[in-house]
């Protein structure tokens, strides 16, 4: 005997993973172009950010390259960070963040690694202070540097970095026969397995000629380009923006007006801080409610967030024993029986006392 097969009914997605169709769309350029010294990094990188965005914003170090193409880009910048440490990137980042820029810019990313106040002066430094050499070292620097890759690529817009790459050099001989010695970029000076975590990265040499060793797009992977300009830069905008459009965050403005809205409770400035959190906008900075320091977006929401202490309980003394019992003792005479209240002369205004609000928490609603 069959039975009549039942549609069986639908069962609900699972919170931690919801699998469904996947679907193409749109997302941002997260590019690393390696190279020795004067392979044309920098100018790519303004070339490629030209194309894929109309703000710039270049956060250079120690040197200050790539003010040397103000007169071929537009772009901004700020004075060139002399301390390379993994914090001053964060927070450059979230600057760059809040002034809406389209494109980031680092110039060179290697600095960071291996620089001044980088990531492997500050295990070295560890390391000293710590009883088990590098590895203690490794212990407690690790975290910064993991916070520092997870904000370059939270950031919400596309980001371009350039690494360094030890110079190899290598005797030639040209179509003539002639013997010239070439420079190649070896290893990039970063630790291993850095180019994994980038959609897009080319190598590039003293020719200036640019070969994409990954590229998530079979028309790019294995590209050979010289002097790449911008065709290569419309290529690689044109693969990025190819797919259905991706939801937008949360621009920093109005995360902002979030946090000084008078009305926001505990829980939605808990909410808040936990988005400011994981975007890495911590640092942003934003006008004190009196409108002149300065302070950290984190620290103001936090500051918001935190209830009102209660007074501290005073404890009796010998004075308030003898003010009660000589209150008693005129309550039961008769002599004193309603509460005293200072005179006011007819018409005279009433001054009224009102109790003060929590810093940088809304009064209590009506």
């Keep these: 005997m069959t039975h009549p097969q039942e549609t069986p009914a639908a069962r609900p997605l699972h919170p931690q993973f919801p699998f469904g169709p996947a679907i193409k ?27 894929l965005g109309s703000t710039t914003a270049v956060i250079e170090a120690v040197h200050g390259h790539a003010s040397k193409y103000a007169d ?27 002034q809406g820029y389209e494109t980031v810019i680092v110039d060179p990313y290697t600095l960071f690694w291996s620089g001044n106040g980088g990531v492997l002066e500050q295990v070295d430094d560890a390391a000293k202070r710590g009883s088990s050499g590098s590895k203690s070292g490794w212990t407690e620097v690790r975290p910064r540097e993991r916070r ?50 980038f959609n897009l990265v080319g190598a590039m040499d003293s020719d200036n000629t640019l070969v994409v060793v990954k590229a998530l797009s079979p028309d790019l992977s294995g590209a050979v380009v010289a002097r790449p300009g911008a065709e290569f830069a419309t290529k690689v905008r044109d693969w990025l ?41 911590e640092d942003v900075l934003m006008a004190d409610d009196d409108g002149l320091p300065l302070i950290r977006m984190d620290d103001y929401i936090t500051r918001r967030g935190r209830p009102c202490s209660p007074p501290p309980r005073r404890t009796s003394t010998h004075r308030d024993v003898g003010v009660a019992a000589a209150s008693a003792a005129a309550t039961a005479s008769g002599a004193s029986h ?6 006011h002369p007819p018409g005279a205004p009433v001054r009224t006392t009102r109790l003060a609000a929590c810093p940088g928490r809304a009064p209590p609603r009506p």
């Design 25 to 51: 769309t749109q997302f941002h350029g997260r590019i690393a172009l390696m190279g020795p010294s004067g392979s044309g990094k920098t100018y790519t990188a303004l070339e490629l950010a030209a194309a």
């Design 72 to 98: 071929r880009f537009d772009f901004h910048t700020c004075p060139p960070l002399t301390y390379c440490s993994p914090e001053a990137l964060v927070a450059a980042l979230a600057e760059c963040a809040a």
């Design 148 to 197: 520092m890759w997870d904000a370059l690529f939270a950031y919400p817009g596309h980001v371009i970095v350039t690494l360094r790459s030890k110079t190899d050099y290598h005797l030639e001989a040209d179509e003539q026969g002639r013997h010239a010695m070439r420079r190649f970029g070896g290893k990039p000076e970063h630790r291993d397995g850095a180019e994994y975590e």
């Design 241 to 281: 923006e190819d797919g259905a459009p991706a939801t937008r965050p949360v621009p920093v403005t109005e995360l902002i007006a979030q946090a000084r809205h008078p009305e926001a409770t505990l829980a939605e400035l808990g909410q808040l801080r936990d988005t400011v959190r994981r975007r890495f906008l």
């Design 338 to 343: 309603h509460t005293h209240r200072p005179f």
